[in-house]
């Protein structure tokens, strides 16, 4: 069981909260780069023998890909990984990408589940992220890929936004769940530095929310998605039952994947490794060279927190044959798991240990609580 993630570094154009690996002006290089990212996936054939049950290509901006790009790199995975077993490939999407040729094609390639990025349905933030699309753009991008077909549609939105209402929240919770998706992935919004929302904050033309109407925000959300039939399956995803991504799971879940093209992560069980973030240098490289990537053998400590920093977050939660495996609780650890679970926060079950309802809101905190110095 293992999967594989395709980083495809570019965007159309740069939305003022975003610090991930892209490039906005990519024309000159596009060709190089989706033949460099094809290379790799076939020099790294012999690092995963195991089945690959599912692909992610994201980004970035995988839907700007032509079909013969997109086609390129499928193949290369095809015709050198097992994949038999596979059953989930997810393409990000961008609304102002979605036509009816390209779902078609997209569909005709393998791509079985569309994940796409709405960030907002208010057209005032749009424009604040300077994103690409209009606010009826991403709600008729999923009304159009459902009637061709798509039927695993997850939709990327934000809460914690400047000058969000809970009156517009509200309106947004509700019209979400009356598109026809079934997954929807959270995120809350936050300020990295060197993007112009920082310099926004900071020269207070835009104003972040307050936690007290973060948490708000919040707590709405779980209570419109779960009462409309989504499962809350990790802090930020929710899914209608059998409808999680089986992608992101399997990182939750710890299962190995190979990461390809500028930027991009793989483990293995064993190792963390992550892709040189420089489209040119990216280009160059000699991939029988190793200044291409930087690599971390995970250290027992390290292991240890990423059982918690993966496994806490989502429903099914940390297993305790796990915890046992990795030298179990110390006695100071163990103080903390009762005063969690004395605030309602924790569920400590024979089998596992797992976050409640109230603890999905101090994720971050309770985890850090576990954490080991390395
Ligand atoms: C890197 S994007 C790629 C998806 C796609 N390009 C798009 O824009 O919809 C993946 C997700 O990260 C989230 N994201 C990026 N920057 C963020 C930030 N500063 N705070 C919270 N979420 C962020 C966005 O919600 C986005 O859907
Ligand atoms: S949010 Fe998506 S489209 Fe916007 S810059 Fe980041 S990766 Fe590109």
Request: charged share 25%; net charge negative; proline share 3%.
């Amino acid at each position: 069981m293992a999967g594989i993630y395709i980083h495809i570094p570019f965007c159309r154009k740069r939305c003022s909260y975003c610090d991930f690996h892209f490039s906005t002006s990519f024309e000159k290089y596009r060709g190089d780069l989706i033949r460099k990212i094809g290379e790799e996936i076939e020099f790294r054939k012999s690092e995963l023998n195991e089945q690959i049950d599912t692909i992610y290509i994201g980004g970035g901006t995988p839907s700007i890909l032509a079909p013969a790009e997109l086609d390129l790199l499928l193949n290369q995975i095809f015709k050198h990984y097992k994949t038999t077993s596979l059953d989930e490939v997810t393409l990000e999407v961008n609304p102002e990408d979605v036509d009816a040729n390209k779902l078609t094609y997209w569909k005709s390639l393998g791509v079985n589940r569309l994940s796409i990025g709405l960030q907002s349905i208010k057209e005032q933030d749009l424009r604040w992220m300077n994103r690409a699309h209009a606010a009826k753009d991403g709600k008729d991008a999923i009304r159009l890929a459902a009637q061709k077909g798509f039927n695993r549609i997850s939709a990327d939105i934000m809460y914690g936004l400047p000058d969000l209402t809970t009156h517009h929240w509200v309106d947004t919770l509700e019209q979400m769940v009356r598109l026809p998706i079934n997954h929807i992935s959270t995120y809350c919004l936050t300020v990295e530095p060197k993007t112009s929302l920082k310099k926004n904050i900071a020269t207070g033309q835009l104003k972040m929310p307050s936690e007290e109407s973060i948490e708000n925000q919040f707590h709405l959300m779980i209570d419109t998605f779960v009462g409309k039939g989504f499962e809350h399956y990790e802090v930020s995803n929710f899914a209608h039952p059998g409808e999680e991504s089986v992608h992101n799971s399997n990182y939750w879940k710890g299962i190995p994947y190979l990461g390809f093209g500028p930027s991009a992560h793989s483990y293995d069980g064993l190792r963390r490794r992550w892709n040189i973030s420089n489209n040119l240098s990216y280009i160059k490289a000699n991939f029988s060279c190793s200044d291409w990537f930087e690599s971390e053998t995970l250290s027992k400590e390290n292991k240890w927190n990423e059982l918690f920093l993966t496994g806490l977050r989502a429903r099914w939660g940390v297993k305790t044959t796990d915890i046992l495996e990795a030298g179990g609780f110390t006695e100071n650890e163990s103080e903390r798991l009762e005063y969690w679970e004395t605030l309602g926060c924790l569920t400590l079950n024979p089998q596992f240990i797992s976050l409640t309802n109230k603890g999905m809101l101090l994720a971050d905190k309770i985890t850090q609580d576990f954490f080991r110095l390395t």
